[in-house]
């Protein structure tokens, strides 16, 4: 299955976004989906995890104002983001655990 990321773009500092991540064929089978994300000059992080029964995490800092969702029966995954910081800006992208792969990843600007 392939993903890709969508939804990006510029935002002011406590804006707010929604991305998506539309998979070419089912995410019945998928276990675990995740969002990472990769700010300017630094290595790329693990942002948030979904089972497919709905469990989530989320790495320390965006506990509280991100949201990761999916929607089985349109093969898709979500990030809302909300409250955003300069520090949140970064390619996000969406893959699958635990056997991750890289496809284009969508940027995220937060700036005024």
């Known amino acids: 299955v392939q993903l890709q990321a969508s939804g990006g773009g510029l935002v002011q500092p406590g804006g707010s976004l929604k991305l998506s991540c539309a998979a070419s064929g089912s995410i019945d089978s998928i276990v675990v989906m995740a969002w990472y994300r990769q700010p300017p000059g630094k290595q790329r992080e693990l942002v948030a995890t979904?089972?497919?029964?709905?469990?989530?995490n989320y790495a320390y800092f965006v506990k509280g104002r991100f949201s990761i969702s999916r929607d089985n029966a349109k093969n898709t995954m979500y990030l809302q983001m909300n409250s955003l910081k300069p520090e949140d800006t970064a390619v996000y992208y969406c893959?699958?655990?635990?056997?991750?792969?890289w496809g284009q990843g969508t940027l995220v600007t937060v700036s005024s």
């Open positions: 893959t699958v655990l635990p056997f991750p792969s």
């Open positions: 979904i089972t497919g029964t709905g469990a989530t």
